[in-house]
């Protein structure tokens, strides 16, 4: 039995720190497994709004990144 690719889906927010300069932040990350990096990207998206309570990922962050989770040896 062929298992599915897992990924790992990083919620990054752009905010701005005391001294002005921003800094980006991973507000979640969360790991999928998924047939590939867009259907990944799309189950993170409802599970961050499940874990967050919002009805829409944007609203807590700005950007999403996906990333292979099993690197090959």
């Known amino acids: 039995?062929?298992?599915m690719p897992r990924y790992i889906v990083?919620?990054?927010?752009t905010v701005s720190g005391d001294n002005g300069r921003e800094a980006e932040?991973?507000?979640r990350f969360i790991e999928v497994d998924a047939p590939n990096q867009c259907s990944a990207a799309e189950l993170a998206k409802t599970k961050f709004c499940e874990a967050?309570?919002?009805k829409d990922w944007s609203i807590h962050a700005d950007r999403f990144c996906v990333l292979?989770?099993?690197?090959p040896s």
């Open 25 to 27: 932040i991973c507000q």
């Open 10 to 13: 990083r919620f990054m927010k």
């Open 68 to 71: 292979d989770a099993e690197f």
């Open 52 to 54: 967050e309570r919002l």
């Open 1 to 3: 039995v062929m298992k």
